[in-house]
């Protein structure tokens, strides 16, 4: 089992909709929990961090963690073109500093 | 400027032959990371460092060494390049963070590496 998994998609969405991205991790001792976009070719850039269960919401992006379930999501309401881009879930699990899903590709459909 | 850079860009070498990237950050972070990304697998952590002079294993450290004997700087050698090391590459630097918690990683432009 991966330590942290993503569905790769690609995940299409008509534009003004609302994407979906989840993410599960294996490590129950896991406190830190990162969504970063990365556009193709590009470095990844950090959207939200989230350290605590619950929603935090920044602009158009929520994210939410339910460390009981293990898992991470993140919402992106009114998506617009400029979001396709794929979509890296991330979490500390143990000394290795952080662990990074394989990534969830987002296609926003104008 | 501020922020963290690498060097080559690009790099084409061939199988056998030893490479550095370099990794160079402004910040004075106290963490320094490896990735490698491809296609599938997502990033992939070779070695990170905490402070100078300090470093650990990633996931797949094997054909790879690290150093760190300046804050900002944190080059990456292949040893002996093979056809599998060939990716792309990214250096990240991050705060300490505190409470157990680890602070946002910020990330480097990449190298990109083909071994022949």
């Known amino acids: ?110 | 400027d501020a922020g963290i850079t690498q060097s080559p860009r690009y790099k084409i070498t061939e199988t056998g032959r030893q490479v550095t990237l370099m990794c160079h950050q402004t910040w004075s972070h106290s963490y320094m990371f490896w990735y490698r990304q491809d296609l599938g697998h997502g990033l992939r952590l070779i070695y990170y460092s905490a402070a100078a002079d300090i470093t650990d294993k990633g996931e797949v450290p094997d054909g790879y060494v690290v150093s760190r004997s300046k804050t900002e700087n944190f080059p990456l050698t292949l040893e002996s390049a093979t056809r599998s090391q060939t990716s792309v590459y990214f250096c990240a630097s991050s705060e300490s963070g505190t409470s157990g918690r680890w602070d946002e990683q910020f990330f480097g432009p990449g190298t990109r590496l083909t071994v022949l």
């Open chain 1, 1 to 110: 089992q991966k330590e942290v998994e993503q569905n790769s998609g690609p995940l299409s969405v008509p534009e003004g909709a609302i994407a979906s991205l989840n993410c599960t991790y294996s490590d129950r001792g896991s406190q830190s929990f990162f969504w970063y976009r990365q556009y193709s070719g590009k470095s990844p850039e950090l959207i939200m961090f989230i350290y605590s269960n619950g929603d935090k919401e920044d602009g158009r992006f929520t994210a939410q963690l339910n460390k009981a379930s293990q898992y991470v999501s993140l919402l992106i309401r009114d998506s617009q073109p400029s979001d396709s881009a794929t979509y890296l879930c991330a979490a500390d699990t143990g000394r290795r500093a952080l662990t990074f899903g394989s990534g969830t590709r987002l296609q926003v459909q104008p």
